[in-house]
């Protein structure tokens, strides 16, 4: 069982930046692929971001590469998710979630959720 708990969400002007973290609880954090999903308002809920569990491997959602950049420590059991240049499009809620396997994309493979931090970006 992992539970997870979203931070650093908030209201921040186009062209700023913000840090999600993600703190999970369980002894098996490390053995988890994580991810970091968002949900804009009458929209699905889309991938942003993944980490192997070694960190050896990211993936990103084309509309964010080369402005975000997810992260891990397993030792302290958290994953972050620096956002830079931020545009009105990115807000969003966002979402934490962890997987053992599956597809790195697909939301219905992801075995535990967080519950969102709200992030908004102004024009």
């Known amino acids: 069982q992992v539970q997870l708990v979203e931070s650093g969400g908030g209201l921040v002007q186009a062209g700023g930046s913000l840090r999600l973290s993600c703190a999970a609880s369980?002894?098996?954090?490390?053995?988890?692929?994580m991810a970091w999903f968002r949900q804009a308002p009458g929209k699905e809920r889309e991938f942003v971001a993944a980490?192997?569990?070694?960190?050896?491997?990211?993936y990103y959602a084309d509309s964010v590469k080369g402005r975000f950049t997810i992260s891990r420590d397993n030792a302290k059991n958290t994953v972050s998710l620096q956002m830079n240049s931020l545009k009105p499009e990115d807000t969003a809620i966002y979402y934490c979630?962890?997987?053992?396997?599956?597809?790195?994309?697909?939301?219905?493979?992801?075995?535990?959720w967080g519950q969102g931090t709200q992030v908004t970006v102004s024009s």
């Open positions: 979630a962890a997987a053992r396997a599956g597809t790195v994309v697909k939301r219905n493979d992801y075995d535990y």
């Open positions: 369980g002894r098996t954090f490390g053995s988890y692929r």
């Open positions: 980490i192997s569990w070694s960190s050896i491997n990211t």
